[in-house]
């Protein structure tokens, strides 16, 4: 559910921009994600989050196939990235807000880190373990 929030966060996010911003001008708007890198790195990771949602749906891990789903959904960790990247690009000058963030999003994803290590390290124990 987390993941579906933060998708639902990035379409009003985007459609403020799309509406409010550029007011439906879809080649200014195009001309923007060329042009502006912090636009492209936002983009970017819209497009991760929306196929991780279309494919949520249990059906569709079905359809793909629990590997190829998994596989897919690892596009998050680019998306995680992604995101405090554009927020950081965004505000102009120096600012701690968007850099908290990311702290927030690294701390985040170390931890992921270390517990991959560390189920790695025991899948290869018990591997020895087997073939001794």
């Not at 985007?14 to 492209?40: C, E, H, M, P």
């Not at 983009?43 to 059906?59: G, N, W």
């Not at 995680?80 to 965004?90: L, N």
Request: charged residues 15%; glycine residues 6%.
């Amino acid at each position: 559910m987390l993941g579906l929030y933060a998708f639902f966060y990035a379409c009003l996010h985007l459609f403020s921009y799309v509406a409010l911003d550029q007011f439906f001008a879809w080649g200014a708007i195009w001309q923007d994600i060329l042009k502006r890198n912090y636009i492209t790195v936002g983009m970017l990771a819209f497009v991760i989050l929306t196929a991780l949602a279309v494919t949520s749906p249990k059906a569709m891990v079905k359809r793909m196939g629990g590997r190829n789903w998994q596989r897919l959904h690892k596009l998050v960790y680019v998306a995680a990235v992604a995101a405090p990247i554009h927020f950081f690009m965004m505000r102009k000058g120096f600012q701690i807000e968007p850099l908290v963030y990311g702290a927030i999003a690294g701390l985040l994803l170390a931890w992921r880190l270390v517990a991959w290590i560390r189920a790695r390290g025991q899948a290869r124990a018990k591997a020895a373990v087997r073939a001794a």
